[in-house]
């Protein structure tokens, strides 16, 4: 069983930053990713990112503002989040696959329970 298991998240003014964390528990992680719902939304993508660093992908809303980075070690992700703004209010998702890359339509196997973010009008 695979526990993913997120923290960073909180209450950051407009234009502020946050970093969030995202640990697989000793799993190495083969691809790592952000999703993100904000109140009465789907669940939307936000950035992915294979291990070793490569092939990072991010949402057309957050490109250029956020980055989603791997730790040394293969079983932990982040994701700094700059110039942050209230469209970016929501429960973050860590998720995570053992074996295949994690597309905006097709998530990995393994979910988070999520953190909150949120940015006051």
């Known amino acids: 069983q695979v526990h993913l298991v997120e923290s960073g998240g909180g209450l950051v003014q407009a234009g502020g930053s946050l970093t969030l964390s995202c640990v697989a528990a000793?799993?190495?992680?083969?691809?790592m990713a952000w999703f993100r719902q904000a109140p009465g939304k789907e669940r939307e993508f936000v950035a992915s990112i294979l291990w070793k660093g490569i092939f990072a992908d991010y949402s057309d809303s957050v490109k250029g503002r956020f980055t989603i980075s791997r730790g040394s070690a293969m079983d932990t992700a982040y994701l700094q989040m700059n110039t942050l703004t209230p469209e970016d209010t929501a429960v973050y998702y860590c998720n995570a696959d053992l074996t295949a890359r994690i597309r905006p339509t097709r998530p990995g196997a393994y979910w988070g329970q999520g953190t909150q973010v949120t940015v006051p009008e």
């Open positions: 000793g799993q190495n992680m083969y691809a």
